[in-house]
């Protein structure tokens, strides 16, 4: 899956809280949407995204649909951030201000 669908996925607060509700392990469909105030065909296509961006699986298992996290995306995300933070500068290098260069020097300054 493209990590662009995943970037998408995680935008979405909903989304997010879903992730984190299976990190706690898996759950079925109808026991996530009772974690939200939201219609079930909502939390359905919450649901769906995430497992098109490949962030959680399903599975059926007797009546119900089972979903479980899947770490792999994330991980890749996490490296792929942790390489950008990173530009310009060897692994080791201090990290800088996330403030811009001229924010700095007028707080210097002051």
């Known amino acids: 899956m493209p990590i662009a669908n995943a970037y998408r996925a995680l935008a979405d ?3 997010r809280e ?3 509700l299976l990190r706690e392990g898996d759950l079925a469909a ?3 949407a009772g974690h939200f105030e939201i219609s079930w065909p909502s939390v359905s296509r919450h649901l769906r995204v995430l497992e098109t961006a490949g962030l ?3 599975a059926r298992r007797g009546g119900n649909i089972i979903y479980s996290l899947q770490t ?3 991980q890749d995300i996490a490296t792929e951030v942790a390489d950008m933070a990173r ?3 060897h692994a080791s290098a201090p ?3 996330a403030r811009p260069l001229r924010c ?3 707080l210097q300054q002051a």
Request: net charge positive.
């Open 30 to 32: 109808g026991e996530l």
């Open 95 to 97: 990290v800088a201000s």
């Open 87 to 89: 530009v310009g500068r």
């Open 13 to 15: 607060p909903t989304r």
């Open 72 to 74: 792999s995306v994330l």
């Open 104 to 106: 700095r020097r007028r």
């Open 56 to 58: 959680v699986s399903s």
């Open 18 to 20: 879903i992730l984190r």
